[in-house]
């Protein structure tokens, strides 16, 4: 085993990545697929054919359900609930469940709900606390209930200025249909 769980975690999947941590009272259950160098923190449920990239933090009390997606280098703060089902009802259960996406370098803040059916965009970031309603485009800012537009950012994180331009790492953007390019970095 080249990767590390905490003697109180209950791991059923086989399909955890090297470098890998599960940390106490998680709960990993069969069908889940995590890659290389994640951090799952305590008190955490996957719930079966979730499939997670590499180099993902997921902090406590965070619930993935099925039909959730979450790629590379994505941060998920504590508590963040993610549904899958639009119509939930006891004992009734879909045929199928709405899938969510969280694409590549995503950040989504503590105690952020994201409502089924939604797509997190490359390099976005959620507010701590929104409820997030609709698609979120690549390197975006969202905040608030629900999560509206706030400005766009750099990869890196920083918020872009009007000419798409970041001061900290001097990356500059360009608008495209469906979001922003970078041109240079």
Not at 70 to 90: A, E, K, M, W
Request: proline share 4%.
């Amino acid at each position: 085993m080249t990767y590390y769980v905490h003697p109180k975690a209950l791991v059923e999947s086989m399909e955890i990545g090297p470098k890998t941590r599960i940390w106490a009272f998680a709960h990993i259950s069969s069908g889940v697929v995590i890659g290389e160098n994640c951090n799952i923190c305590d008190h955490t449920y996957i719930e079966s054919h979730v499939r997670i990239g590499n180099n993902v933090t997921i902090k406590s009390g965070v619930y993935i359900w099925d039909g959730v997606h979450i790629h590379d280098n994505v941060f998920i703060g504590p508590n963040v609930t993610f549904t899958n089902d639009l119509r939930p009802r006891s004992k009734c259960y879909p045929d199928r469940y709405e899938e969510t996406i969280v694409e590549q370098g995503a950040s989504i803040g503590a105690n952020a709900t994201i409502v089924a059916g939604n797509h997190i965009g490359k390099y976005a970031m959620v507010g701590a606390g929104s409820v997030v309603t609709k698609a979120i485009p690549n390197n975006t800012l969202w905040y608030g209930n629900p999560a509206v537009f706030r400005s766009f950012i750099c990869d890196c994180g920083e918020k872009l200025d009007d000419r798409l331009f970041c001061a900290k790492c001097s990356c500059h953007y360009k608008m495209k249909t469906g979001g922003l390019e970078r041109i240079t970095s």
